[in-house]
Protein backbone atom coordinates (compact mmCIF):
# COMPACT_ATOMS: atom_id res chain seq x y z
CA UNK A 1 0.00 0.00 0.00
CA UNK A 2 1.09 3.51 -0.77
CA UNK A 3 0.99 5.82 2.31
CA UNK A 4 0.88 9.07 1.64
CA UNK A 5 2.61 11.34 4.65
CA UNK A 6 3.13 15.15 5.71
CA UNK A 7 6.81 15.50 7.64
CA UNK A 8 6.31 17.99 10.59
CA UNK A 9 8.28 19.20 13.16
CA UNK A 10 7.81 21.50 16.37
CA UNK A 11 11.31 22.86 17.67
CA UNK A 12 12.78 20.19 15.40
CA UNK A 13 11.21 17.31 17.15
CA UNK A 14 9.92 15.91 14.36
CA UNK A 15 6.68 13.35 13.27
CA UNK A 16 5.01 11.94 10.41
CA UNK A 17 1.54 13.11 10.32
CA UNK A 18 -1.07 10.61 8.58
CA UNK A 19 -4.90 11.38 7.64
CA UNK A 20 -6.49 8.21 8.68
CA UNK A 21 -10.10 10.38 8.54
CA UNK A 22 -10.06 10.24 4.64
CA UNK A 23 -8.39 6.90 4.41
CA UNK A 24 -8.66 3.66 7.23
CA UNK A 25 -4.80 3.10 8.13
CA UNK A 26 -3.55 1.08 10.90
CA UNK A 27 0.31 0.56 11.65
CA UNK A 28 1.60 -2.64 13.37
CA UNK A 29 5.34 -1.63 15.64
CA UNK A 30 7.04 -3.10 12.84
CA UNK A 31 6.13 -0.77 10.19
CA UNK A 32 6.53 2.03 12.73
CA UNK A 33 10.03 1.48 13.53
CA UNK A 34 10.71 0.78 9.56
CA UNK A 35 9.13 4.11 8.94
CA UNK A 36 10.94 6.15 11.51
CA UNK A 37 14.49 4.90 10.50
CA UNK A 38 16.73 7.70 9.36
CA UNK A 39 17.92 5.09 6.78
CA UNK A 40 15.73 2.72 5.80
CA UNK A 41 12.55 5.04 5.89
CA UNK A 42 11.29 8.44 6.65
CA UNK A 43 12.94 9.19 9.76
CA UNK A 44 10.50 10.54 13.03
CA UNK A 45 10.82 10.74 16.43
CA UNK A 46 7.04 10.52 16.67
CA UNK A 47 4.13 9.29 14.12
CA UNK A 48 1.14 10.59 14.77
CA UNK A 49 -2.55 9.63 13.30
CA UNK A 50 -5.31 11.62 12.58
CA UNK A 51 -8.58 9.40 13.12
CA UNK A 52 -12.40 10.62 13.14
CA UNK A 53 -13.15 11.33 16.58
CA UNK A 54 -15.82 8.51 18.78
CA UNK A 55 -17.04 11.20 20.98
CA UNK A 56 -19.00 13.36 19.43
CA UNK A 57 -18.28 16.15 21.32
CA UNK A 58 -14.97 16.03 19.83
CA UNK A 59 -13.10 17.06 16.41
CA UNK A 60 -10.72 14.53 16.02
CA UNK A 61 -8.93 11.75 17.84
CA UNK A 62 -5.42 11.50 17.31
CA UNK A 63 -3.21 8.44 18.29
CA UNK A 64 0.57 9.22 19.15
CA UNK A 65 3.39 6.37 18.39
CA UNK A 66 7.05 6.77 19.41
CA UNK A 67 9.50 5.62 17.26
CA UNK A 68 10.17 2.20 18.85
CA UNK A 69 6.25 1.57 17.86
CA UNK A 70 4.66 1.88 21.57
CA UNK A 71 1.52 3.97 21.83
CA UNK A 72 1.72 6.65 24.05
CA UNK A 73 -0.85 8.88 25.71
CA UNK A 74 0.31 12.54 24.68
CA UNK A 75 2.63 14.85 22.79
CA UNK A 76 2.86 18.72 23.16
CA UNK A 77 4.64 19.62 20.25
CA UNK A 78 2.59 17.06 18.07
CA UNK A 79 -0.68 18.35 19.35
CA UNK A 80 0.29 22.02 17.64
CA UNK A 81 1.44 20.30 14.49
CA UNK A 82 -1.38 18.14 14.53
CA UNK A 83 -3.53 21.54 14.55
CA UNK A 84 -1.48 23.14 12.08
CA UNK A 85 -1.87 19.72 9.44
CA UNK A 86 -6.15 19.26 10.19
CA UNK A 87 -5.80 23.14 9.05
CA UNK A 88 -3.82 23.19 6.25
CA UNK A 89 -5.32 19.74 5.04
CA UNK A 90 -8.79 21.57 5.39
CA UNK A 91 -9.93 18.77 7.45
CA UNK A 92 -11.59 21.47 9.54
CA UNK A 93 -11.78 25.35 9.45
CA UNK A 94 -12.08 25.63 13.12
CA UNK A 95 -9.19 27.09 14.98
CA UNK A 96 -10.42 25.79 18.19
CA UNK A 97 -10.40 22.22 17.83
CA UNK A 98 -11.45 19.57 20.83
CA UNK A 99 -9.04 16.10 20.36
CA UNK A 100 -9.20 13.00 21.89
CA UNK A 101 -6.01 11.74 22.92
CA UNK A 102 -5.02 8.18 25.19
CA UNK A 103 -4.80 11.04 28.03
CA UNK A 104 -8.30 12.40 27.33
CA UNK A 105 -9.11 14.85 25.85
CA UNK A 106 -7.16 18.41 24.85
CA UNK A 107 -8.02 21.46 23.35
CA UNK A 108 -5.73 23.46 20.82
CA UNK A 109 -6.02 27.15 20.08
CA UNK A 110 -4.73 28.30 16.80
CA UNK A 111 -3.04 31.90 17.32
CA UNK A 112 -2.04 34.28 15.72
CA UNK A 113 1.63 33.96 14.14
CA UNK A 114 1.31 30.55 13.23
CA UNK A 115 1.52 29.62 17.04
CA UNK A 116 -0.56 27.26 18.60
CA UNK A 117 -1.63 27.12 22.19
CA UNK A 118 -2.84 23.73 23.96
CA UNK A 119 -4.43 23.36 27.37
CA UNK A 120 -1.98 20.01 28.36
CA UNK A 121 -4.73 19.84 31.40
CA UNK A 122 -3.79 19.31 34.98
CA UNK A 123 -0.38 17.28 35.88
CA UNK A 124 -0.49 15.34 38.48
CA UNK A 125 2.78 14.36 40.87
CA UNK A 126 1.03 10.89 42.33
CA UNK A 127 3.33 8.29 42.35
CA UNK A 128 0.82 6.10 41.20
CA UNK A 129 -0.13 8.35 38.49
CA UNK A 130 2.80 7.32 35.87
CA UNK A 131 3.36 4.77 37.35
CA UNK A 132 6.81 5.27 40.28
CA UNK A 133 7.35 2.95 42.81
CA UNK A 134 7.36 5.07 46.00
CA UNK A 135 5.69 6.06 48.91
CA UNK A 136 4.12 9.97 47.80
CA UNK A 137 6.07 12.68 49.94
CA UNK A 138 5.86 16.58 49.19
CA UNK A 139 9.49 17.20 48.48
CA UNK A 140 11.74 15.30 46.23
CA UNK A 141 12.42 11.79 45.38
CA UNK A 142 16.09 9.82 45.03
CA UNK A 143 16.44 6.92 43.25
CA UNK A 144 19.81 5.64 41.98
CA UNK A 145 20.98 5.78 38.42
CA UNK A 146 23.99 3.42 38.35
CA UNK A 147 26.45 4.62 41.02
CA UNK A 148 25.15 7.78 41.69
CA UNK A 149 22.08 9.22 43.15
CA UNK A 150 19.82 11.40 41.91
CA UNK A 151 16.92 14.00 43.72
CA UNK A 152 13.92 13.77 41.02
CA UNK A 153 10.32 15.55 40.70
CA UNK A 154 7.79 12.30 39.04
CA UNK A 155 5.36 14.75 36.84
CA UNK A 156 2.34 13.25 35.01
CA UNK A 157 1.33 15.23 32.05
CA UNK A 158 -0.88 12.13 30.95
CA UNK A 159 2.52 10.88 30.35
CA UNK A 160 5.40 10.05 33.02
CA UNK A 161 8.51 12.13 33.25
CA UNK A 162 11.21 12.28 35.64
CA UNK A 163 12.45 15.96 36.09
CA UNK A 164 16.31 16.32 37.39
CA UNK A 165 17.05 19.74 38.24
CA UNK A 166 20.67 20.02 37.56
CA UNK A 167 23.19 23.13 37.77
CA UNK A 168 25.22 22.66 34.20
CA UNK A 169 23.62 20.79 31.34
CA UNK A 170 26.13 18.28 30.27
CA UNK A 171 26.01 15.88 27.14
CA UNK A 172 27.30 12.92 28.86
CA UNK A 173 25.13 12.51 31.53
CA UNK A 174 22.00 13.21 29.35
CA UNK A 175 23.23 10.43 27.02
CA UNK A 176 24.12 8.02 29.91
CA UNK A 177 21.72 8.87 32.95
CA UNK A 178 18.93 9.72 30.26
CA UNK A 179 18.91 5.63 29.27
CA UNK A 180 19.32 4.63 32.99
CA UNK A 181 16.31 6.31 34.42
CA UNK A 182 14.07 5.98 31.24
CA UNK A 183 13.98 1.83 31.82
CA UNK A 184 14.89 2.14 35.50
CA UNK A 185 12.67 -1.00 37.24
CA UNK A 186 10.60 2.06 39.41
CA UNK A 187 9.30 3.72 36.20
CA UNK A 188 7.22 0.09 35.05
CA UNK A 189 5.98 1.73 31.98
CA UNK A 190 9.12 3.41 31.34
CA UNK A 191 9.48 7.26 32.00
CA UNK A 192 10.63 10.52 29.94
CA UNK A 193 13.52 12.57 31.58
CA UNK A 194 14.28 15.79 31.73
CA UNK A 195 17.43 17.60 33.02
CA UNK A 196 16.40 21.35 33.92
CA UNK A 197 18.92 24.47 34.44
CA UNK A 198 16.80 26.93 36.25
CA UNK A 199 18.41 30.26 34.73
CA UNK A 200 15.86 32.56 36.74
CA UNK A 201 12.46 31.91 37.83
CA UNK A 202 10.79 32.37 34.48
CA UNK A 203 13.46 30.85 32.39
CA UNK A 204 14.90 27.56 31.88
CA UNK A 205 17.16 25.58 29.71
CA UNK A 206 16.12 21.46 29.19
CA UNK A 207 17.39 18.90 28.06
CA UNK A 208 14.45 15.82 27.49
CA UNK A 209 16.04 12.09 26.98
CA UNK A 210 12.40 10.59 25.47
CA UNK A 211 10.97 7.14 26.02
CA UNK A 212 10.85 5.26 23.09
CA UNK A 213 13.19 7.40 21.37
CA UNK A 214 16.52 8.87 22.89
CA UNK A 215 16.97 12.68 22.84
CA UNK A 216 14.83 14.48 21.02
CA UNK A 217 15.35 18.50 19.69
CA UNK A 218 12.28 19.62 21.95
CA UNK A 219 9.80 17.78 24.26
CA UNK A 220 6.90 19.58 24.86
CA UNK A 221 5.51 17.49 27.22
CA UNK A 222 8.41 17.28 28.84
CA UNK A 223 8.51 21.16 28.82
CA UNK A 224 5.68 21.49 31.04
CA UNK A 225 6.67 18.77 33.22
CA UNK A 226 9.68 20.17 34.31
CA UNK A 227 7.94 23.55 34.78
CA UNK A 228 4.92 22.56 36.75
CA UNK A 229 7.89 20.36 38.83
CA UNK A 230 9.77 23.55 39.48
CA UNK A 231 7.03 25.98 40.37
CA UNK A 232 5.87 22.79 43.07
CA UNK A 233 9.42 23.15 44.75
CA UNK A 234 9.58 27.00 44.33
CA UNK A 235 11.68 27.59 41.84
CA UNK A 236 9.76 29.08 38.94
CA UNK A 237 6.97 31.69 39.11
CA UNK A 238 4.14 30.67 36.83
CA UNK A 239 5.11 31.77 33.42
CA UNK A 240 7.53 30.41 31.97
CA UNK A 241 9.97 30.45 28.60
CA UNK A 242 11.60 26.97 28.23
CA UNK A 243 14.80 26.95 26.42
CA UNK A 244 14.61 23.70 24.21
CA UNK A 245 17.58 22.56 21.94
CA UNK A 246 15.22 23.14 18.98
CA UNK A 247 14.11 26.54 20.28
CA UNK A 248 11.38 28.30 22.87
CA UNK A 249 8.21 27.18 24.13
CA UNK A 250 6.02 29.21 26.67
CA UNK A 251 4.42 27.42 29.69
CA UNK A 252 1.63 28.81 32.11
CA UNK A 253 0.43 26.92 34.82
CA UNK A 254 -1.32 28.24 37.82
CA UNK A 255 -1.09 25.53 40.24
CA UNK A 256 -2.38 22.37 41.82
CA UNK A 257 -6.18 21.93 40.25
CA UNK A 258 -5.12 24.16 36.90
CA UNK A 259 -4.32 22.94 33.38
CA UNK A 260 -0.98 23.61 31.75
CA UNK A 261 -1.03 25.84 28.86
CA UNK A 262 1.80 25.48 26.30
CA UNK A 263 2.92 27.52 23.08
CA UNK A 264 5.02 27.42 20.42
CA UNK A 265 5.09 27.06 16.89
CA UNK A 266 4.37 24.24 14.70
CA UNK A 267 5.92 23.71 10.89
CA UNK A 268 5.53 21.63 7.68
CA UNK A 269 8.78 20.32 6.27
CA UNK A 270 7.61 17.95 2.94
CA UNK A 271 4.85 16.27 1.94
CA UNK A 272 5.46 12.18 0.17
CA UNK A 273 4.30 8.73 -0.55
CA UNK A 274 6.09 5.73 0.80
CA UNK A 275 5.64 2.18 0.36
CA UNK A 276 3.97 0.31 3.90
N1 LIG B 1 7.88 14.61 22.00
C1 LIG B 1 6.72 14.59 22.76
C2 LIG B 1 6.48 13.45 23.73
C3 LIG B 1 6.25 12.12 23.02
C4 LIG B 1 5.92 10.95 23.91
C5 LIG B 1 7.03 10.53 24.84
N2 LIG B 1 8.22 10.11 24.17
C6 LIG B 1 6.51 9.40 25.75
O1 LIG B 1 6.87 8.22 25.53
O2 LIG B 1 5.74 9.69 26.66
C7 LIG B 1 6.26 15.94 23.26
O3 LIG B 1 6.51 16.94 22.55
O4 LIG B 1 5.58 16.01 24.27
Not at 65 to 72: I, P
Not at 108 to 122: F, P, Q, S
Not at 244 to 268: N, S, V, Y
Amino acid sequence: MLLKFTKMHGLGNDFVVVDAVSRKVFFNKQQIERLSDRNWGIGFDQLLVVEPPTNPDMDFRYRIYNSDGSEVEHCGNGARCFAKFVLDRELTNKRIINVETKRGAIQLRVIDGGLVTVDMGAPSFEPKDLPFTAEPCDGLYKIMAGETEYSITPVSVGNPHAVIKVDQLIDDEVATVGPLIEGHERFPRNVNVGFMQVISPDEINLRVYERGVGETQACGTGACAAVVAGIKQGWLSPKVTAHLRGGDLHIEWQGEGFPILMTGPAAKVFEGQIYL
